[in-house]
């Protein structure tokens, strides 16, 4: 069984930055693809950044140039650099995993706070 614990979500004024953490359990983590999605009041929740198993990122529009996700393998854990915040950046922010090789199934993380605002 695979579980994600996020951290790293607060408050910050606009402009300001934060870094959230996804720390998994498991033995499956590296060769998983991972996405960080966020889901704010009243809209649907949307895949922000991803990475695959060997390193490819993607991200949303509305992030390019300002989020930056990256993973350490050793420590079974990906990150989510953001900077540049805006108050539309303001969500729950969840981890999740994707496994396309051992189980076929994804996980998601219980989701951290963001929340961007002077």
């Known amino acids: 069984q695979v579980q994600l614990v996020e951290s790293g979500g607060g408050l910050v004024q606009p402009g300001g930055s934060l870094r959230l953490s996804c720390a998994a359990s498991?033995?499956?983590?590296?060769?998983?693809?991972m996405g960080w999605y966020r889901q704010a009041p009243g809209l649907q929740r949307e895949l922000v950044a991803s990475?695959?198993?060997?390193?490819?990122?993607a991200y949303v529009d509305s992030v390019k140039g300002r989020f930056t996700i990256s993973r350490d393998n050793a420590k079974n854990t990906v990150y989510l650099q953001m900077n540049s915040l805006k108050p539309e950046d303001t969500a729950v922010y969840y981890c999740?995993?994707?496994?396309?090789?051992?189980?076929?199934?994804?996980?998601w993380g219980q989701g951290t706070q963001v929340t961007v605002s002077s």
């Open positions: 999740n995993l994707r496994d396309s090789i051992v189980t076929m199934r994804q996980y």
């Open positions: 498991g033995s499956i983590f590296s060769i998983a693809d």
């Open positions: 990475i695959t198993r060997t390193g490819t990122t």
